[in-house]
C-alpha cells in the first residue's frame, strides 16, 4: 500500500483543516488507519484512528471533540477533518496503515505503511 497525504498548511488559531490520505491499491479498505503527527524537536504521536470498516475511531486526548477521522473505501481515502486548531497543533501530519491488530493504537510498531507526512502550521 503506498499512502500520499495532503491537505496541510498555514491556518489562524481557531481555523479549521482538513487532511486526505490517498492509497494505492486494492487492499486499502482491509486496513485500519491512523494518523499520526510530529512536531519539531519532539516524537512522532498518535492523533486519531478508524477500523477497515469506518465503525469505530479513536483518539488522543489532546484531540478528542476537535478532530475527526473518517474514511470512504470506494475512493481508498482516509480523511482528517481537524477544527478549533490551536498552534500546539502544528506539526507534520502522518497517515499509516496498521498492519497489527495489538491492543495499542498509538504504538508505531503497529503501523506497517507510511504516507510522505504533510504540514500543518496553525499561527497565534
Known amino acids: 500500500v503506498q499512502l500520499q497525504a495532503s491537505g496541510g498548511g498555514l491556518v489562524q488559531a481557531g481555523g479549521s483543516l482538513r487532511l486526505s490520505c490517498a492509497a494505492s491499491?486494492?487492499?486499502?479498505?482491509?486496513?485500519?488507519m491512523g494518523w499520526f503527527r510530529q512536531a519539531p524537536g519532539k516524537e512522532r504521536e498518535f492523533v486519531a484512528g478508524?477500523?477497515?470498516?469506518?465503525?469505530?475511531?479513536y483518539y488522543a486526548d489532546s484531540v478528542k471533540g476537535r478532530f475527526t477521522i473518517s474514511r470512504d473505501n470506494a475512493k481508498n481515502t482516509v480523511y482528517l477533518q481537524m477544527n478549533s486548531l490551536k498552534p500546539e497543533d502544528t506539526a507534520v501530519y502522518y497517515c499509516?496503515?496498521?498492519?497489527?491488530?495489538?491492543?495499542?493504537?498509538?504504538?508505531?510498531?503497529?503501523?506497517?505503511?507510511w504516507g510522505q507526512g504533510t504540514l500543518v502550521t496553525v499561527s497565534s
Open positions: 499509516a496503515a496498521r498492519i497489527k491488530s495489538g491492543s495499542s493504537w498509538s504504538s508505531l510498531r503497529e503501523y506497517g505503511y
Open positions: 491499491g486494492r487492499t486499502f479498505s482491509s486496513y485500519a
Open positions: 478508524i477500523i477497515w470498516s469506518g465503525d469505530r475511531t
